[in-house]
């Protein structure tokens, strides 16, 4: 289904359910994410849509030839940066941090309509990955998948050592069409993998699952650009748009707390996500449970825990910031020893399988959202399948 983004903003944002749910008039009284840059690496952005006009900071990518063309030729970017930060003008999408500001990257895409040239300016995953972690963007979202490599690898472990939130989309391979293998960048240590749930709070029989995920948000049933004319949204679904919404709300809490660092901002996501099961247990197909910023924006006196201790130390294989101020003095944190140790890397129904998992006493398969004076039960996918304990291994 297709409507006009200048129909009204009641066409497009009123497919926005989670704007409502998730109380953002009440959270954008303390944060709307100014102040916050989000490097958006995806197919490029349309800076010029409604929605993201002067939200998007063309001139902020790096000059190289390789990285300067951020034009959008699959639109799927576009949506994504509306998501996260646009401003919902003329009716456009709204997006969750309306201050924040987009630094946008291309990289190849299934789709993508461009010349030979065009496919020349674009870089690798990795090499945006580098650039932007060179910036002073604050969180790269990445709502793409497929890229295996070890340039890769060792890009995201140099953004982790800069200090920035990567998070990633852990793919749509789910029950619903896939075996459920987890996606890469999401497969990574130092990214936070994103899944998604639907109006219902139910995780989506599309999402994949396995001990990748790390969170949950809303990614099904609201538009994105329906094709690169940018004239229309249609219904649009996915891990993608997920990952965006999750970016966001990272947005929003770094905004409202400018001296924390990205420790402390994911911890402060993990331990107010809503779950039902214990916090160091989680979820194969809910992580840690749905994303919920407002639970830190209303709490002055919220405790996000140590600046240089990782929270997902132990899924990571240690604490990098700390392990690189040992090495040099050059990362921008401050840093201490990790305070978890480090173990072996395995995998369950991810994109390579080694090692072995231990069953998690916890097989619950509802998580109770409270998202204000109502509450929602979460119902993830495949009852009674054990919930995994190892969980970032590949």
């Given at each position: ?174 029950t619903g069409k896939g075996t ?97 099961w214990a916090e160091n247990d ?113």
């Open positions: 289904m297709g409507f006009a983004p200048n129909a009204g903003a009641a066409d497009a944002q009123s497919k926005q359910w989670y704007l409502d749910e998730m109380q953002v008039h009440q959270m954008w009284k303390v944060s709307t994410g100014k102040g916050v840059k989000v490097a958006v690496i995806d197919s490029g952005v349309n800076p010029n849509t409604p929605s993201l006009k002067g939200q998007v900071l063309v001139d902020e990518v790096p000059k190289a030839v390789s990285y300067h063309s951020t034009v959008d030729y699959v639109g799927h970017g576009t949506t994504m940066a509306e998501l996260i930060a646009g401003t919902g003008s003329d009716g456009g999408l709204q997006g969750l941090a309306p201050g924040a500001k987009i630094v946008p990257y291309r990289v190849s895409f299934t789709g993508m309509k461009a010349s030979a040239a065009e496919k020349k300016k674009t870089p690798k995953p990795w090499q945006a990955i580098r650039a932007a972690a060179d910036t002073d963007a604050k969180i790269i979202s990445m709502s793409f998948g497929g890229f295996v490599s070890p340039p890769e690898e060792e890009a995201i472990k140099y953004a982790a050592s800069k200090g920035k939130l990567m998070v990633a989309a852990v793919g749509n391979a789910g459920g293998n987890i996606d890469y960048p999401a497969g990574y240590p130092y990214v936070v993998g994103i899944a998604a749930v639907n109006s219902s709070f139910a995780v989506t029989k599309f999402s994949s699952y396995g001990n990748y995920v790390d969170l949950v948000a809303p990614g099904d049933g609201f538009p994105g650009w329906c094709d690169t004319t940018f004239r229309s949204y249609c219904d649009k679904a996915g891990t993608s748009p997920a990952t965006a919404i999750a970016a966001a709300s990272a947005a929003l809490i770094w905004s409202a707390h400018p001296n924390w660092t990205v420790n402390q901002v994911t911890r402060s996501l993990i331990d107010t996500a809503s779950r039902t989680p979820s194969k197909y809910a992580g840690y449970g749905f994303v919920r910023p407002r639970e830190v924006l209303e709490n002055a006196k919220y405790d996000a825990g140590a600046a240089n201790v990782d929270p997902l130390a132990k899924e990571n294989g240690g604490n990098l910031l700390a392990k690189s101020a040992s090495s040099s003095s050059a990362t921008s944190n401050p840093s201490a020893s990790a305070t978890s140790e480090a173990r072996q890397k395995t995998s369950t129904g991810g994109t390579s399988a080694a090692g072995s998992s231990a069953e998690s006493s916890n097989n619950s398969n509802t998580l109770w959202i409270a998202l204000g004076g109502a509450a929602a039960v979460l119902v993830i996918g495949g009852a009674g399948v054990a919930v995994m304990r190892a969980r970032r291994a590949r």
